[in-house]
């Protein structure tokens, strides 16, 4: 099988290189080599490279900052995602792409399923969402992963931010009233590369539905939460820092998030 990785020097990128290698060849592009903020060069790139699976870890990340940059995240999150399920579509292989918890509004009393309906409350949300429904329409094999509050060695995290803070003694101020699921991205790519394995063995049998489904971290927290048990983790030369509850309308941010 010869699997290709788009994104591949994200957080959930670099993971699923490992992940995914007793699979088959994998192939890895990063933005130098496969830039989604360039969807006409896409195709090509699809073609070139033939994959049976194509994964896609690219994406638009920066929340606040796409408050002010709707139609980028909308490029990249949503038009490239279209182009590359087409591409996919066209040559015959499974694609699977990631989606995020923000595109609901976290309203609901409860966890979130996948039949739930999506309302996202910010740009970043928005964009992801209609990155869903690109790669619905392309009409591909495809699979949707859902993930969240992803945490990972590298790249900008909440994980990271904290432990850069808490080792400088600073006392941290969290908001307290958002609940969520902190997911390693080693654990969503070992997840994906149960799930390829278990779907090209589906469509071989002539079984395989396309879907959408959630890949998270059992359990939950608040951020709060999660900067106390990194705090407390994290090998500082004082004692364990001070991490104080805060509510969301005392740390205002460009965009809203779920609660």
């Known amino acids: ?39 006409e060069s896409l195709p090509e790139i699809i073609r070139g490279a033939k994959p049976d699976v194509l994964v896609n ?8 900052k796409a408050e002010h940059e709707e139609s980028l995240a909308t490029l990249i999150n949503a038009t490239a995602v279209g182009v590359l399920a087409q591409a996919a579509h066209r040559i015959g292989a499974l694609f699977v792409h990631y989606s995020t918890d923000y595109v609901f509004d976290g309203a609901k009393d409860g966890p979130y399923v996948e039949d739930d309906a ?30 969240s509050w992803v945490y990972a060695a590298r790249g900008q995290n909440f994980l990271r ?11 941290l101020r969290v908001v307290d009233d958002q609940v969520g699921a902190p997911t390693w991205a080693r654990n ?14 589906e469509q071989t049998r002539g079984r395989f539905r396309s879907d959408i489904l959630h890949v998270t971290a059992a359990g939950s927290t608040s951020w709060h ?11 500082t ?15 205002p941010t460009a965009a809203i998030r779920p609660k």
């Open 57 to 64: 870890a690219a994406g638009y990340t920066a929340v606040d």
């Open 225 to 235: 939460g999660f900067a106390q048990a990194i705090a407390h983790c994290a090998r």
């Open 161 to 171: 931010t904290i432990l850069r803070r808490a080792r400088k003694g600073e006392e």
């Open 1 to 39: 099988m010869r699997l290709l990785v788009i994104g591949a020097n994200g957080q959930i990128g670099w993971e699923l290189t490992r992940s995914l290698m007793p699979l088959g060849h994998v192939g890895a592009m990063d933005r130098a080599t496969c830039d989604l903020g360039q969807p």
């Open 118 to 147: 999506p309302a996202p409350l910010n740009a970043y949300g928005r964009s992801k969402l209609a990155g869903e429904t690109a790669v619905r329409e392309a009409g591909g094999d495809h699979l949707i992963l859902r993930t």
């Open 237 to 251: 030369p004082g004692p364990v820092p001070v991490v104080r509850p805060v509510a969301s309308r005392d740390r």
């Open 188 to 201: 969503v790519a070992d997840a994906t590369a149960h799930v390829i394995r278990q779907a090209r063995q």
